[in-house]
């Protein structure tokens, strides 16, 4: 029988987005694969490759620092069309220069960067119980505190934080199972969550109701 979990299908359009991933690493194995399967679907659903913008913290306890960080930014940047704010790397790169080497005049880069700040953040963490109740306070405070950052923010921030009671059921959550079933990687949930929440924030905005 199938499972009956999960929301209904719907088809959004991401092509105009500006999506964020901010992700832990503590329990590195889970994360990257969580991050790449809402890497894929926010690419399958038209999420250009340069408005989706990735960023590190050691935990799940900083992600809510980390993400009204990232959209207080996502908002500067906007505004002044220029990149690379409060330590962020949006987008391009930064090479050194070789040494005795001038450097050339800058090049205009405006027509390239964002207009607009972040429609959506994904909030990506693993947590998985251990011996002691530090598994409970940081559950409750990073979800109390994410709840927080898209109700003041009016950002959409999607709740990516597995809670997890065994190592077993995190692998199974972000397809890694060790069993003949791999599982369902939860990513994927996130990416198509973060494009339907970002487009029907927008629309909601503009005062359009279907």
């Keep these: 029988m199938s499972s009956i979990k999960g929301p209904s299908s719907a088809q959004f359009d991401g092509s105009s987005l500006r999506i964020a991933i901010v992700h832990a690493r503590w329990n590195k194995t889970v994360i990257e694969s969580l991050v790449a399967g809402t890497i894929n679907k926010l690419k399958a659903c038209g999420v250009k490759d340069s ?16 993400c009204s960080k990232v959209i207080a930014g996502s908002h500067v940047q906007a505004a002044t069309s220029s990149g690379d704010l409060l330590g962020l790397n949006f987008g391009g790169s930064s090479a050194s220069l070789p040494p005795n080497k001038e450097p050339s005049a800058p090049t205009p880069t405006l027509a390239d960067m964002p207009n607009a700040p972040f429609d959506a ?17 940081i559950c409750d405070s990073v979800s109390h505190a994410l709840m927080r950052i898209q109700i003041d923010t009016g950002v959409p921030v999607i709740f990516g934080v597995l809670t997890a009671l065994t190592e ?13 079933e791999k599982g369902h990687n939860h990513g994927e949930d996130w990416g198509l969550a973060a494009v339907e929440m970002g487009t029907q924030s927008k629309r909601w905005a503009e005062g359009k109701f279907l």
């Design 51 to 66: 408005n989706i913008i990735v960023q590190s913290v050691p935990g799940s306890f900083e992600l809510p620092f980390a």
């Design 121 to 137: 953040v994904v909030a990506i963490g693993v947590l998985i119980k251990g011996s002691t109740m530090h598994f409970e306070y």
């Design 168 to 180: 077993d059921q995190a692998l199974d959550r972000a397809g890694l199972g060790r069993g003949a």
